[in-house]
């Protein structure tokens, strides 16, 4: 949540608690920004040095737009003059987590942490959405989950949150480890694991290990959430009992989890589950369609009844979940003639998840004359396995009823030609040369799912087909 309208940091507290010098007209802190295109109004500007850019080139624009104050290191401290209102650190990024630990520090409520191979950010604004019917909330913006977006959600939490929730990833092995002794959660979730990232690891348990070290962090005594249905829970389960945690809760499809799904109906706008929570049975509506995302409800299910919360109204609370943009995401367009229904799957994508999205997209019907088209990027960071994992995926492809695939990009060559050429719609070295084919393909009645990895740049067909059409209501979409 924003922090704008009240004070989230005294002006007195920030060089205490920044470690660092207050020059110039500090003022009270109401938000916290490393980015100038959304920074409000008396926020507190952190000028953090990335791989492409420095924030030091934009703290004149943080301050002309109203900052309270620029957090700069002692080098460029001198360039902005006399009268700018600014912290001198050491180290910017340094600072952020120095903020970050000394709120998690003041912290009196309940902190739960997600990460996983897939799942991470759905998962993540499941537990925004029942916590917050349950009390005040702080839940991660976005997929803010690395080592600056961390620290930043620590740093934009308010006083007096009865509830945290936090995301954390990692590309590679050690990367959880400083942001879970940050985070400090008393809960902590892994959704599954799931060959991702596999150019960084040897092996897929490289992965769980990795994904493992989320339970190095647990508060002593604290709960870690296991999916039991998961190939690797036996090894992640070691992990917590290395760790900290004082309880393992499983969650699955199996008679031995601890909280266990019992049936699922999948509707094309919302997923009906029935599910026990340590024998106690809970039947519920999921705002969003798609087992993946039942299944991982679960695991907010369980981390609901590890922090004592009321578990009838979470359950209750589970049919305003929706799903995120780039991840899920549907809206209906009008092309004049009639109405298709978009999929917004672009943010990113793996082996698991793009077989998620087409069993999602499979389940949507058709409309009249109508077909289901997937629209497929490149799946990155995959090693040496990344074309056979591609190529596999035309199983899915077809088990899942998908009418024509349009693909870009080297690696999803090998789904392409690993297709059938009734299933064939075009195929493109990259996403712009692949866009002109998917916007003139679109017809009446279709279910169009977008999805690949970031860097496939799958998001401008997105925007170029939202651009393209008009949008109306989901409801009138599905009657045409």
Known sequence: ??????????????????????????????????????LEQDALFFAIRGEARDGHDFVPAALGKGAAAAVVDRAHADAFGADAALIVVDDVLASLERMGRHRRAEM??????????????????????????QGATHASVASYNNHWGVPLTLARMPRGMA?????????????????????????????????????????????????????????????????????????LAAHAGAGRAGR?????????????????????????????????????????PGRHLAMNSLAVLAAVHATGADLAL???SLQDFTTVEGRGRRVALETGAGSFTLIDESYNANP????????????????????????????LELGPEGPNLHA??????????IDLVFACGPLMKSLWQALPSDRRGAYAEDSAALEPAVLASVLPGD????????????????????????ARPVAEADEA
């Open 1 to 38: 949540m924003s922090g704008w309208g009240f004070t989230l940091w005294r002006a007195d507290e920030l060089a205490r608690v920044l470690g660092g010098e207050a020059r110039g007209p500090v003022g009270n802190v109401r938000s916290v920004s490393i980015d100038t295109r959304t």
């Open 108 to 133: 009196q409520g309940r902190v739960v942490a997600v990460t996983g191979s897939v799942g991470k950010t759905s998962t993540k604004e499941m537990l925004r959405t029942v916590f917050a019917r």
């Open 163 to 235: 509830y945290g929730v936090f995301e954390i990833g990692m590309s590679n092995p050690f990367e959880i480890l400083p942001l879970t002794a940050m985070v400090r959660p008393e809960v902590a979730i892994i959704t599954t694991v799931e060959p991702v990232h596999l150019a960084q690891f040897r092996s897929i348990h490289g992965i769980a290990d990795a994904k493992g070290e989320i339970f190095s962090g647990l508060e002593p005594g604290g709960v870690a959430i296991i999916n039991a249905d998961n190939p690797h829970a036996a090894r």
């Open 248 to 288: 393992i809760i499983r969650f699955g499809s199996g008679e031995g989890a601890d909280v266990r799904l019992l049936h699922i109906h999948l509707d094309p706008d919302f997923s009906a589950v029935s599910a026990e929570v340590f024998g106690t049975p809970v039947t519920y509506r999921l705002g969003a």
């Open 314 to 316: 979470a359950a209750l």
């Open 352 to 379: 698991s998840s793009m077989r998620a999205a087409l069993a999602v997209t499979g389940s949507m019907p058709r409309g009249l004359r109508g077909r289901r088209i997937a629209v497929m990027g490149d799946m």
């Open 392 to 401: 596999g995926l035309a199983e899915a492809v077809l088990a899942q009823d």
């Open 447 to 470: 279910v169009v799912m977008v999805k690949g990895s970031l860097g496939s740049r799958m998001g401008r067909i997105v925007t170029a087909i939202k651009d393209r059409y008009t």
